[in-house]
């Protein structure tokens, strides 16, 4: 057992505790992405289909977690090194079918009974932008930015100390695999990713804040609240999940610079743990800021207004393509925070821009 | 004001926001002077094209009773009505009043409908100089 079993277990539990409790943290109205009249929301079908995920769920949990004490037994040892860091790959497939198998039923029950059918269905927003925006500081960027700050004073000042020839990349083991020569530039290839991610961080911050959902026709205000509430505490979480991976990646540097003497365990541990802690956080605020209507379910009936079945342009219920819509972020129906409009060409641009910052460094 | 959009309705998506703005600023919903949303940000509210909401803009700029600006973006500003206006405001009343008086509905049932759709309104700031 090396660290590196460990790491990728403690990615597989996270994985799986979002996959467990995200049903409880999305809209009730739209369950497993699929967009339901408010009366819906205790129908039979629902229940089955929530029993159903949870079912799924059991299985992929099962699954995962014998795979990964199967490889971690000593027999496989010799190669399955490589096969280990794709493992979290596992939950994820198998919970996204769960989730894919989920939502058609769903869907069909929805379309062959016509849940939608006598409903006024309405976007609703609120003119006044001022009464339910939300607000966050931008002063929450500066834990990241100290910790970046802090990662080129110290590259700096320990620059005579580093050697000559230092690792830049390690393996899954956290054993490194690729060595530099020393340079101004070159001890700062870390760092300027990190930099690259503040930068990142700082537009979604902007871009986000911009960004606003429709509301519940039923329950206008109340919704506007909410939302902005989970936008706000989402914004946050993503500032401290961001301070947490830079100080993860000091601690990177800080071991290839050879500051820090404690093996490939000891590395990985480092820069792992960290950002356990942010995505523990980014649940944590979804789960304080719940979206779903409390509004009595009882109270709702056909003759009320319901949001737009915009069902149409979520492909499979997680991809987001409108053409009439000019955002390039929306909420994610079945996940926490926002995921792109395909149709958008900005966000081909951003997605572009990603791609091209996680592969230029490899090539340069 | 909360602006509600029927896509599946019959009435444009444009003529559904100018008509809300009109009647939000009668019955006191919407103030005069207070500022509405970017054309860019409320077609991103309501995930729209932003020349939907570009063209009801236009239409209220036009009526006289928003004022668009490239700094202080829009911002509701309703100007005295013409006598133009009034002509053919009447005219449509007298074309909507015979709509509903053909298909049978008596000259006391429109009197109390006007009545109570007046009733909504509110008197204070509904014309500003």
Redesign the interface.
């Known amino acids: 057992m090396t660290a590196s079993y460990f790491t990728m277990g403690a990615i597989i539990v996270l994985i799986l505790v979002v996959q467990w409790v995200m049903p409880k943290l999305i809209d009730n109205k739209v369950p497993f992405g699929v967009r339901i009249p408010p009366e819906r929301v205790h129908d039979p079908a629902v229940h089955k289909a929530y029993r159903r995920y949870y079912f799924g769920m059991a299985i992929t949990t099962a699954l995962s977690i014998a795979v990964w004490f199967f490889l971690s037994s000593a027999i496989l040892n010799s190669f399955n090194q490589p096969i280990i860091s794709l493992l979290p790959l596992l939950p994820i497939a198998l919970g996204f079918l769960t989730y894919y198998a989920v939502h058609r039923t769903l869907q069909q029950s929805k379309r062959n009974e016509r849940w939608m059918e006598g409903h006024?269905?309405?976007?609703?927003?609120?003119?006044?932008?001022e009464k339910f925006k939300a607000r966050v500081s931008l002063a929450w960027a500066l834990p990241t930015l100290l910790i970046i700050i802090a990662t080129f004073l110290i590259g700096g000042l320990y620059y005579p100390n580093i050697p000559q020839v230092f690792p830049i990349h390690f393996g899954a083991d956290g054993v490194a695999n690729r060595f530099a020569t020393k340079s101004a530039i070159g001890i700062f290839s870390v760092a300027f990713i990190q930099v690259g991610t503040l930068l990142l961080m700082g537009v979604l911050h902007v871009v986000i804040l911009?960004?606003?959902e429709?509301?519940d026709?039923a329950d206008?205000s109340g919704s506007a609240g909410r939302l902005s509430r989970r936008t706000a505490r989402l914004i946050c979480a993503l500032w401290i999940m961001m301070a947490c991976f830079n100080l993860g990646m000091l601690w990177t540097n800080l071991c290839i610079w050879g500051a820090m003497h404690v093996g490939p365990t000891g590395i990985m541990l480092g820069t792992f743990i960290p950002n356990i802690v942010g995505i523990a956080c980014i649940i944590l605020a979804a789960v304080k800021s719940p979206i779903s209507n409390s509004v009595t379910h009882a109270e709702a009936n056909s003759s009320m207004?319901v949001r737009?079945d915009?069902d149409a342009n979520w492909f499979m219920g997680v991809f987001y393509v409108?053409r009439?819509?000019?955002?390039f972020l929306?909420a994610k129906r079945f996940g926490i925070g926002w995921t792109i409009n395909l149709a958008n060409p900005v966000s081909w641009a951003i997605v572009g821009v990603i791609i091209l910052a996680a592969i230029l460094p490899r090539i340069l | 004001m909360l602006l509600t959009l029927e896509i599946e309705s019959e009435k444009p998506l444009y003529v559904q926001i100018r008509d809300q703005i009109i009647e939000g600023l009668a019955t006191g919903e919407l103030q005069n002077g207070e500022s509405l949303p970017s054309t860019r940000q409320l077609a991103m509210d309501f995930g729209i094209n932003f020349h939907t909401v570009n063209k009801a803009y236009d239409i209220l700029r036009q009526e006289g009773i928003l004022r668009l600006n490239r700094k202080t973006g829009a911002v509701v500003y309703v100007s005295e009505a013409g006598e133009e206006f009034a002509a053919d405001w009447s005219g449509r009343l007298r074309t909507l009043l015979a709509e509903a008086f053909v298909k049978g509905m008596t000259k006391s049932e429109l009197a109390k409908q006007c009545q109570s759709v007046i009733e909504s309104f509110e008197e204070k700031e509904k014309c500003s100089k």
């Open positions: 006024r269905q309405v976007i609703a927003v609120e003119t006044n932008i911009r960004t606003r429709s509301l026709p206008p207004p737009r915009d409108s009439d819509d000019p955002r929306v």
